[in-house]
């Protein structure tokens, strides 16, 4: 069972979300695409013969989404404000690091 969620940019800013209850203003409804991703398997098999030989294997790409929810009643920020938090953490095509306790 997950209890937080730690999410840091490359950037230095870093967010953390203790999950379910949620935190500073930000409610982690459901996580995505933590499952075990398919593999793809490269085999041939003998002629005459039982059995194949294995050559390759690679893993799937993994697509996790977070749905994350903006409390209305939290009283230290706006909502605007933690909406502009989250986009300055969730930059399209910059790496993020993704620590699940």
Excluded at 24 to 45: F, H, M, Q
Aim: charged share 25%; glycine share 6%.
């Amino acid at each position: 069972m997950l209890k937080g969620l730690s999410i840091s940019a490359l950037s230095g800013d870093s967010l953390s979300l203790p999950i379910p209850s949620g935190g500073d203003g930000y409610l982690v409804t459901e996580i995505e695409g933590l499952d075990p991703v398919p593999v793809a398997l490269v085999s041939s098999t003998y002629a005459q013969l039982d059995g194949e030989r294995y050559h390759a294997s690679r893993r799937e790409k993994r697509n996790i989404v977070l749905h994350i929810k903006l409390r209305k009643n939290w009283w230290s920020t706006t909502i605007d404000y933690r909406r502009n938090r989250l986009y300055s953490i969730f930059v399209p095509d910059q790496e993020l690091e993704l620590i699940f306790d």
